[in-house]
């Protein structure tokens, strides 16, 4: 039997509930591990399944269920295997220019690379300019209906990209951006911590998870010290997205919990949170683009005391990284959602 350490993100009361809801074993707790029997092999070093769901035992990097692809302008459609080791990789042998920006998209719970406002992020990246894009694939460790156990395996992807951005600086390359969604928002915040005191150029959290990371500490969530810069999109607060800032600068669209145009969806919830990436990807090239303006916080927003004033701030790709707080967004209910820059009462005009 193999016993899985419970921690703050994975309660036991929950993993017990879902191991054996899944699973049909017995569990119990033993000297503090959960200890599950009749479905796990004796060999602790391997990943393992527990129902439908596959636990990683920390078993190190490269792990083939974590893996990486390049897409480029010579490569649009066809990705380029990345491989990667401690000391070691092919980026020399892909069209990877080290000259060129480089953007890591990270895929969620529940999801894989090709989720479809992903793969629109990358296009847009690619349609007018010159990246290298990585596409990040954890979808065996991260399936539904095993949410406990895709947070547990998170600080393990963490690790394998902190390896793949190892050897991405070897080649040279200074502009490293990770963008993650939902769950794969928490992604870099676990490279962060192996990659120190190296910082990444920036991160973007779209809509970062909540369940499970409400009372974590900072290493174990996405936060503004995993970056030199970390910009984030709030859309589901409350729901499957946190409310709390978790960035340099965080951008509440549509005040950061519902989204306009979302109650028409059989998923308004579904259709909320993936909103994130959806805007994220429109203000890569949008002419319009998304404004925001300051907010003293939450609290003040729910008071009705942040009308559109100045200064405004850019939202998305082309963020200004010299801004910082709480601001919000308005945005249209269908696409393009994008609204341009806000009207603003005289009396709010700077002076």
């Given at each position: 039997?193999?016993?899985?350490?419970?921690?703050?993100?994975?309660?036991?009361?929950?993993?017990?509930?879902?191991?054996?809801?899944?699973?049909?074993?017995?569990?119990?707790?033993?000297?503090?591990?959960?200890?599950?029997?009749?479905?796990?092999?004796?060999?602790?070093?391997?990943?393992?399944?527990?129902?439908?769901?596959?636990?990683?035992?920390?078993?190190?990097?490269?792990?083939?269920?974590?893996?990486?692809?390049?897409?480029?302008?010579?490569?649009?459609?066809?990705?380029?295997?990345?491989?990667?080791?401690?000391?070691?990789?092919?980026?020399?042998?892909?069209?990877?220019?080290?000259?060129?920006p480089t953007k890591i998209i990270?895929?969620?719970?529940?999801?894989?690379?090709?989720?479809?406002?992903?793969?629109?992020?990358?296009?847009?990246?690619?349609?007018?300019?010159?990246?290298?894009?990585?596409?990040?694939?954890?979808?065996?460790?991260?399936?539904?209906?095993?949410?406990?156990?895709?947070?547990?395996?998170?600080?393990?992807?963490?690790?394998?990209?902190?390896?793949?951005?190892?050897?991405?600086?070897?080649?040279?390359?200074?502009?490293?951006?990770?963008?993650?969604?939902?769950?794969?928002?928490?992604?870099?915040?676990?490279?962060?911590?192996?990659?120190?005191?190296?910082?990444?150029?920036?991160?973007?959290?779209?809509?970062?998870?909540?369940?499970?990371?409400?009372?974590?500490?900072?290493?174990?969530?996405?936060?503004?010290?995993?970056?030199?810069?970390?910009?984030?999109?709030?859309?589901?607060?409350?729901?499957?997205?946190?409310?709390?800032?978790?960035?340099?600068?965080?951008?509440?669209?549509?005040?950061?919990?519902n989204q306009p145009g979302c109650?028409?969806?059989?998923?308004?919830?579904?259709?909320?949170?993936?909103?994130?990436?959806?805007?994220?990807?429109?203000?890569?090239?949008?002419?319009?683009?998304?404004?925001?303006?300051?907010?003293?916080?939450?609290?003040?927003?729910?008071?009705?005391?942040?009308?559109?004033?100045?200064?405004?701030?850019?939202?998305?790709?082309?963020?200004?990284?010299?801004?910082?707080?709480?601001?919000?967004?308005?945005?249209?209910?269908?696409?393009?959602?994008?609204?341009?820059?806000?009207?603003?009462?005289?009396?709010?005009?700077?002076?």
């Open positions: 039997m193999t016993g899985i350490a419970v921690g703050r993100r994975f309660p036991a009361w929950i993993a017990t509930l879902f191991l054996i809801s899944w699973t049909g074993s017995s569990a119990e707790m033993i000297g503090g591990n959960l200890i599950v029997a009749g479905n796990v092999g004796s060999n602790s070093t391997r990943d393992f399944f527990l129902g439908p769901c596959l636990v990683n035992t920390e078993r190190g990097c490269p792990d083939e269920e974590v893996t990486f692809f390049l897409f480029t302008r010579r490569n649009l459609d066809e990705s380029q295997r990345i491989n990667v080791t401690d000391s070691w990789s092919n980026l020399r042998e892909t069209n990877f220019n080290p000259s060129h990270i895929h969620g719970y529940n999801s894989d690379m090709y989720l479809d406002t992903l793969v629109d992020i990358r296009n847009e990246y690619l349609k007018n300019s010159e990246f290298n894009v990585v596409a990040v694939d954890w979808h065996r460790l991260a399936t539904a209906p095993c949410y406990p156990t895709a947070v547990h395996n998170v600080p393990h992807v963490g690790q394998c990209v902190a390896q793949l951005i190892n050897r991405i600086r070897d080649t040279g390359a200074k502009d490293i951006h990770a963008i993650g969604f939902s769950l794969g928002a928490h992604v870099p915040a676990f490279s962060a911590n192996v990659l120190r005191p190296y910082k990444l150029f920036r991160i973007t959290g779209l809509d970062p998870a909540m369940p499970l990371f409400v009372t974590v500490n900072n290493d174990e969530k996405l936060d503004a010290g995993d970056a030199r810069f970390v910009d984030v999109f709030h859309t589901n607060a409350f729901i499957q997205g946190k409310v709390e800032p978790s960035g340099h600068i965080d951008f509440y669209m549509n005040g950061g919990v109650w028409e969806h059989r998923n308004p919830f579904g259709c909320n949170h993936h909103r994130a990436a959806v805007y994220f990807a429109e203000s890569i090239n949008s002419d319009l683009g998304f404004w925001g303006w300051p907010c003293p916080g939450f609290l003040a927003y729910l008071l009705g005391l942040c009308p559109p004033r100045f200064p405004a701030v850019l939202a998305g790709d082309r963020v200004n990284r010299n801004y910082r707080g709480f601001h919000l967004v308005k945005t249209k209910g269908h696409p393009p959602y994008a609204e341009g820059i806000f009207d603003t009462d005289l009396m709010d005009l700077p002076r």
